[in-house]
């Protein structure tokens, strides 16, 4: 989250580019002040409670399908709207941005637009797309779906909850010391145990005393991974 999001009040300024897009649009503007260094594919919070009443009142579809995201160049950017109640007029939507240190970064929320219909997930510019780095993305409630599209919804067990609830379904690894990522495979470690798992984390091999033969030692570190080469410190 970034504090001083502003969302501007000129709500019905016509934007450029082809008209289907919208007829009105709100700038988004992350001023420098609230950031200490450029950031590349970063996931904006807006929080629409602050848009303002124009955006309401010319917003065409109640699910907010007519929304879109663009930068300065009329170009799409990647949009999750997380959700949205125009009769509240409020809801949450995130953007994927890149923020410069050296001058304020406005983004334009169009909308207005009768012919446009919602992002498909999988788009360019769709829910994924804004999650694409992450490796799971939950954002609580009853909407369990993993927004990265990475891993799909998460289990749910028992009956006599009294709100949902989420529960791993990850493997229990037994290990306590730390876990590293190449790319490909995990690697966990335990106090003298090394695992590794798959991008789905089934188990692919254990190496079950890796302390053994060193001396003037009792248990492993955490780990990192570079160069395909695991460290742990001992």
């Known amino acids: 989250m970034i504090p001083g999001i502003v969302a501007s009040a000129g709500g019905t300024s016509p934007p450029p580019g082809p008209s289907m897009y919208a007829a009105y649009r709100v700038a988004i503007t992350v001023p420098i ?3 200490n260094a450029d950031l590349a594919a970063f996931p904006v919070y807006v929080d629409l409670s602050d848009m303002p009443s124009d955006f309401w009142t010319h917003l065409v579809r109640e699910d907010g399908g007519d929304i ?11 949009f999750d709207l997380v959700r949205i109640e ?15 240190n050296s001058s304020d970064t406005t983004y334009y929320i169009h909308y207005g637009s009768p012919l446009l219909s ?3 997930l999988a788009a360019s510019n769709g829910r994924h797309a804004v999650w694409v780095d992450y490796d799971c993305v939950h954002m609580g409630g009853a909407t369990l779906v993993d927004r ?13 909850h009294a709100a949902f609830s989420l529960d791993s379904t990850s493997a229990d690894t037994g290990c306590h010391q730390g876990v590293a990522w ?26 079950s005393n890796p302390l053994a033969g060193i001396s003037g030692v009792n248990h492993c570190g955490d780990p990192e ?5 695991i460290y742990v410190p001992v």
């Open 33 to 35: 002040s609230s950031i």
């Open 68 to 78: 879109r995201v663009k930068d300065g160049a009329d170009a799409d950017v990647p």
């Open 86 to 100: 125009p009769g509240a007029e409020t809801g949450s939507l995130f953007f994927r941005a890149t923020l410069s």
């Open 118 to 120: 919602p992002v498909a």
């Open 148 to 160: 990265s599209g990475h891993r799909g919804y998460p289990a749910i067990s028992g009956t006599a």
């Open 182 to 207: 190449d790319g490909t495979h995990f690697y966990v470690v335990d106090t003298n145990t090394i695992k590794k798992y798959d991008a789905a984390m089934s188990l692919v091999d254990t190496n």
């Open 225 to 229: 991974v570079f160069d395909g080469v």
